[in-house]
């Protein structure tokens, strides 16, 4: 357990649903990032966020994506309108940028994502 | 061309070999990652550096800044350490986002 949680773990919905996945980071950590994860490939780099500041988007978070980290602890990802490609692992991860783990990425378990 | 880039993409060896993977990458960067991932997701941080080498039980990991390579080694290998590990940089951007290699698939037979 690194101390960063994910809910849910498991995520099936039907194409065109709405879902949202939280990320709790480490709670002194105040740097979280997004990534994603396909079958057999490495993560790839969605936000991130230094405290609520949301201060880099990739080109792979199209607008049906949108995430938030409102008072700077936990953080929200939501997908409109799913499609069957954005099934994926979800991965959240935090770090610190002070401390003997500076910029230490530590992640959560990540959110399974199954479109239908 | 990946910016990172990893080998072997797989590798099978018997219990107490030596294992080596490298990792290759492009960009400037300012750190260098070593992720291990085991079946169902989750993600563990072994390494973080920018230079030189560091040892953590029987892992090593080695930088050459000027070639643009990593290793990562496994004295002693053992069936526990089967798992994905990824190598991933920080660009020298000043952002910290990580840019991942796909991954080396390990399997110790015992």
């Known amino acids: 357990d690194t101390g960063v949680s994910q809910d849910p773990r498991h995520k099936i919905t039907k194409r065109g649903q709405n879902v949202t996945f939280r990320c709790d980071p480490i709670?002194?950590?105040?740097?979280l990032y997004w990534y994603r994860q396909t079958l057999g490939q490495g993560p790839e780099f969605l936000t991130y966020?230094?405290?609520?500041?949301?201060?880099?988007k990739s080109r792979l978070l199209s607008d049906r994506f949108s995430a938030e980290r409102p008072k700077g602890s936990f953080s929200t990802l939501e997908i409109q309108r799913t499609e069957q490609g954005d099934s994926a692992m979800y991965l959240c991860?935090?770090?610190?940028?002070?401390?003997?783990?500076?910029?230490?990425?530590?992640f959560g378990p990540g959110t399974r994502l199954t479109v239908l | 061309k990946n910016e990172v880039e990893q080998s072997p993409q797989n590798l099978t060896a018997q219990e107490g070999e030596f294992i080596t993977i490298n990792c290759s990458y492009s960009?400037?960067?300012?750190?260098l990652h070593w992720l291990q991932q085991h079946p169902g997701g989750g993600i563990v941080s072994l390494f973080m550096?920018?230079?030189g080498k560091k040892k953590h039980g029987r892992l090593i990991a080695t930088i050459n800044i000027q070639e643009k390579h990593s290793s990562l080694h496994i004295t002693a290998s053992h069936p526990r350490d089967s798992a994905v590990y990824i190598c991933?940089?920080?660009?020298?951007?000043?952002?910290?986002?990580?840019?991942f290699g796909t991954g080396t698939r390990l399997t110790i037979i015992p």
């Open positions: 991860a935090s770090s610190s940028i002070a401390g003997v783990s500076y910029n230490e990425q530590f």
């Open positions: 960009v400037g960067i300012s750190a």
């Open positions: 709670s002194e950590h105040n740097r």
């Open positions: 991933a940089v920080e660009s020298n951007f000043g952002n910290e986002k990580l840019t």
């Open positions: 550096l920018s230079s």
């Open positions: 966020f230094q405290n609520e500041a949301q201060l880099e």
